[in-house]
C-alpha cells in the first residue's frame, strides 16, 4: 500500500516536473541565452552575441539552474528599453511589504529609533514622522513620495547651478584629486581608484550637506569607510534580500538567520556600519537645524527638511536611506569609469596630447576649460563609457503583468536592461569592440548619441547623471592638463566582480607633471 502511495507521489512530482518544463522551455515565447552574473564574463558573452547578431532584443537570462523559469526578463535593444522604462509598472525595484516589514525589524535592532530621539529631540519632525513611506530614493516602488524625491533633487541641483556652487564643489575636488594623484602617484605609478572614490564622495558630501571636506578629515575618512563595507557587503545584502523576500516571515527566526545557514558568510562590518553612517547623517540634520534658511536651502538635506515640514511620508529613515544611496550610486560609478579612463590613455598618448592641445587652447582663449572648446575630450570621454560600460542597470520589478513591444513580463518579474548590449551592437556603434576616440565628432564639432546610455532610460534612470557628466569632465580635462599619463603595470583586462565593470588589480599608472 505504501509503495503504491509513493510511486503515485512520485509520478505525480514527474508530471508536474514534465508540465513546467513545457511551459517553461518548450513554450515560453521568450529565447533563453546566457547571462553570466561575473561582469568580466558577462561582458565577454554580451559582447561577442550582440557583436555576431544572435543576442534576442529580450531573453530570459540563463544565469543559475532553472534561473529561466523565474520569469525574469534581460532586455537588450535600445528602442525596448526605452518603451520599458517609460512605464511605471517596470519602474519599482526589488521592493515588497516582507522586505518593508524586515527593515523595520532591522531598525529595531540597530536601535534606530531611539537614536534618532536622542539626537534630533522628541519634538523633531522627523522624530514626529518616524521612519517614513519611503525605502529612500535608490529603492521601493515608483510612487509618489518617490517621485517627489527626484523632484527635490532636481530643484537642488537648479539652485545649485544657478549659484554655480555645483562647479565650485567638484573643481574643489577634482583640486584635491590631482593633489593627490601628484603626491602619490608621479614616482611609481598607482592604481587611482582610492583617489577617485574619494573625490566623487566628496562632491556627493558637498552637494547633499554642504560641506568640503579635505581627504584627510577623520570624518570623510570614516565616511569613506563606511562607503567601503558597504560595496565588500553588497552581493551577500543582496543575497540576504532575495532569502528576506522568498521565505515567509516568522516571528523569532529571522531571515538573517537563514541567510548565515546558506550562505555561510556574516555580512562583515555591515551590523556596525549601518548605525555609524544613520547617526553621521543625523548629526548632520541636527546641524542643518541651526543653520536652515526656508527661503534660502544650500543644499539637498536642507531641501529634504523643508519638504518634511509638510509631507509627513518623508521620515529619517526616507531621508538618511536617500543619503546613504547617493554615496553608494556615485562613488564605484565614477571612479571605475576614471579608472578605465586613465588606463585607456596611458595606452594612447597620442590621445591624450590631442586632448591636452585643446585643453590648453581653450585656457588661452577663454582662462578655462570650457566644453565648447573641447569636442575631441568630449568624444573621447563618451567613448570611454561606450567601451567600457561600468554598469547595467539595477533590477526593476513588474508590478503588473504587461506587454511591450511583444515581450511579455510577468507580474513581480526582475526585468533588467543590458546596456553593454545596446552600446556593443554593431548596428548602433560599428566596430563596436575597438576605442575610437573620435567616433563622436561629426564635421568637426562634438555630436551627443543617445545610444550611450550608461545612465539608463526612463522614469528610473540614474539622477545622478547630470552631476556625474559635470563631474566626469572637469575630473579628466584638469587631470590632462595637469599630467602625462604612462603605464607602469598591468593591461586593460576586466576584474572578476558581481556588479560592475572594473578594471582588474594590477594596473598601474604614473602620473606625471606636466609643469616640471
Ligand atoms: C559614471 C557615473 C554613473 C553611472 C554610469 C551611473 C549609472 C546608473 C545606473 C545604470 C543606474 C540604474 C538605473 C536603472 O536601474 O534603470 C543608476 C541609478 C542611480 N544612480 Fe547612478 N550612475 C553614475 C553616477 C551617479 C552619481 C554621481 C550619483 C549621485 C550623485 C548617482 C546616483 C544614483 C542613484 C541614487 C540611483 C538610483 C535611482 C533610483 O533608484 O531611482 N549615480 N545609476
Not at 59 to 72: C, E, I, K, Q, V
Not at 479 to 487: A, Q
Amino acid at each position: 500500500m505504501l509503495y503504491i502511495l509513493l510511486s503515485t507521489v512520485v509520478a505525480l512530482l514527474l508530471c508536474r516536473l514534465v508540465v513546467l518544463w513545457v511551459r517553461y522551455e518548450v513554450m515560453h515565447p521568450l529565447r533563453e541565452h546566457a547571462y553570466p552574473l561575473r561582469k568580466d564574463k558577462n561582458f565577454e558573452v554580451i559582447k561577442e552575441a550582440a557583436g555576431n547578431g544572435t543576442l534576442p532584443k529580450a531573453f530570459r537570462p540563463n544565469s543559475f539552474p532553472l534561473s529561466s523559469w523565474s520569469g525574469n526578463v534581460i532586455l537588450a535593444d535600445y528602442e525596448l528599453i526605452k518603451e520599458a522604462f517609460s512605464k511605471k509598472e517596470l519602474s519599482n525595484r526589488l521592493y515588497s511589504e516582507k522586505l518593508d516589514q524586515d527593515m523595520v525589524r532591522k531598525r529595531k535592532n540597530y536601535g534606530i529609533n531611539e537614536m534618532v530621539e536622542r539626537i534630533l529631540g522628541p519634538e523633531d519632525t522627523l522624530t514626529k514622522n518616524g521612519a517614513g513611506a519611503s525605502m529612500g530614493i535608490g529603492d521601493g516602488f515608483y510612487d509618489e513620495t518617490h517621485r517627489n524625491l527626484r523632484v527635490h533633487w532636481h530643484d537642488t541641483i537648479k539652485r545649485l547651478v544657478g549659484r554655480n556652487q555645483i562647479s565650485e564643489i567638484i573643481q574643489h575636488s577634482s583640486a584635491q584629486v590631482n593633489r593627490y594623484l601628484e603626491r602619490e602617484g608621479s614616482q611609481d605609478g598607482i592604481d587611482p581608484r582610492e583617489i577617485f572614490m574619494n573625490g566623487t564622495m566628496n562632491v556627493v558630501t558637498g552637494f547633499s550637506l554642504g560641506i568640503l571636506y579635505e581627504f584627510d578629515d577623520p570624518d570623510f575618512k570614516n565616511l569613506a569607510k563606511y562607503v567601503r563595507v558597504f560595496f565588500e557587503n553588497m552581493r551577500n545584502m543582496y543575497v540576504n534580500k532575495i532569502i528576506v523576500d522568498i521565505f515567509p516571515l516568522w516571528p523569532r527566526m529571522t531571515q538573517n538567520w537563514l541567510y548565515q545557514l546558506f550562505v555561510r558568510k556574516p555580512l562583515a562590518g555591515i551590523t556596525e556600519t549601518v548605525p555609524r553612517f544613520t547617526e553621521y547623517i543625523l548629526t548632520k540634520v541636527k546641524e542643518h537645524r541651526a543653520t536652515l534658511d526656508i527661503a534660502n536651502p544650500k543644499d539637498f538635506l536642507d531641501i529634504l527638511l523643508i519638504a518634511a515640514e509638510k509631507d509627513s511620508r518623508l521620515g529619517h529613515f526616507t531621508i538618511t536611506s536617500s543619503i546613504v544611496a547617493l554615496y553608494l550610486g556615485a562613488s564605484d560609478t565614477l571612479s571605475n569609469q576614471m579608472r578605465w579612463l586613465c588606463f585607456t590613455l596611458a595606452d594612447h598618448p597620442e590621445v591624450q596630447e590631442k586632448m591636452f592641445e585643446e585643453i590648453k587652447a581653450s585656457i588661452e582663449k577663454d582662462s578655462e576649460i570650457m566644453k565648447e572648446n573641447c569636442p575631441f575630450t568630449r568624444s573621447v570621454l563618451l567613448e570611454n563609457m561606450r567601451w567600457h560600460p561600468v554598469v547595467d542597470t539595477l533590477p526593476h520589478r513588474a508590478t503588473e503583468d504587461i506587454e511591450v513591444q511583444g515581450v511579455p513580463i510577468k507580474n513581480k518579474a526582475v526585468v533588467q536592461a543590458s546596456l553593454t548590449a545596446v552600446m556593443h551592437n554593431p548596428a548602433n556603434f560599428p566596430e563596436p569592440e575597438k576605442f575610437i576616440p573620435d567616433r563622436f565628432i561629426k564635421n568637426g564639432a562634438f555630436e551627443n548619441d543617445v545610444k550611450v546610455c550608461g545612465f539608463s532610460l526612463g522614469l528610473r534612470n540614474c539622477i545622478g547623471k547630470q552631476l556625474a557628466i559635470e563631474e566626469y569632465f572637469i575630473f579628466s580635462s584638469n587631470m590632462v592638463k595637469s599630467f602625462r599619463l604612462e603605464r607602469t603595470a598591468g593591461k586593460n583586462e576586466i576584474a572578476n566582480h558581481t556588479a560592475i565593470l572594473m578594471p582588474k588589480d594590477g594596473n598601474k599608472v604614473r602620473f606625471i607633471p606636466r609643469n616640471k
